[in-house]
């Protein structure tokens, strides 16, 4: 995080130590090819792979943790969130541990503006995924996929009588 601060106060034409803070950053040398406007947020770094000729828009955030493997000819639109780590679901669980999965994003693929792609998807090669769409499965190849609504997928059991209640809820009474 400390790399992605400097590489945020760098004059936006110094292409060079742009490129030589992101080496640091992704702890290998990076295509030519591979452009990242400023502002560019990463947590880790080392989880991260790019193709070649992959553009990624300002305001990004890569939670790389579990990695994140990216094909050529990618498109990746302002303020896209790729997060590979979260938290178990389960409320006895939640707080004492991270879990995470690789993101994998195929050749050809554009992702529009604020999207959100989350831990263990792959996205086929040629696909788009439409902007602020909250992407939480594989997305096939040769596909196009929207939405942010809420979808109910299961029910939480309640916590355990020793857990309590979940930080900052208001118990019932």
């Known amino acids: 995080m ?5 590489l945020n106060g760098l004059p936006f ?12 950053i992704f702890g290998q ?10 502002p560019f947020y990463c947590d880790y770094g080392l989880g991260a792979s ?7 828009n300002q305001g990004c955030f890569f939670l790389d943790y579990g990695g994140i493997a990216i094909g050529d000819r990618v498109l990746i ?16 669980e939640r707080y004492d ?8 994003i195929e050749d050809d693929v554009w992702i529009g503006a604020a999207a959100t792609v989350t831990p263990g998807v792959t996205i086929g090669h040629g696909s788009v995924v439409g902007a602020g769409a909250v992407v939480a499965r594989d997305v096939p190849p040769l596909s196009v996929v929207t939405a942010t609504s809420a979808v109910e ?12 209640t979940a930080a900052g809820a208001v118990p019932d009474g």
Request: charged letters at 25%; hydrophobic letters at 35%; zero cysteines.
């Open 2 to 6: 400390n790399l992605t601060s400097r």
């Open 13 to 24: 034409d110094d292409l060079d130590a742009r490129r030589t803070v992101l080496t640091e």
């Open 29 to 38: 040398p990076i295509p030519d090819s591979l452009s990242i406007l400023p």
């Open 50 to 56: 790019f193709g070649e000729h992959v553009f990624i």
């Open 77 to 92: 639109g302002p303020r896209v969130t790729l997060s590979t780590a979260g938290h178990p679901v389960e409320l006895d």
């Open 97 to 104: 541990f991270i879990t995470h999965a690789p993101i994998v």
């Open 153 to 164: 997928r299961k029910r939480l059991k309640p916590a355990s009588p020793t857990t309590g």
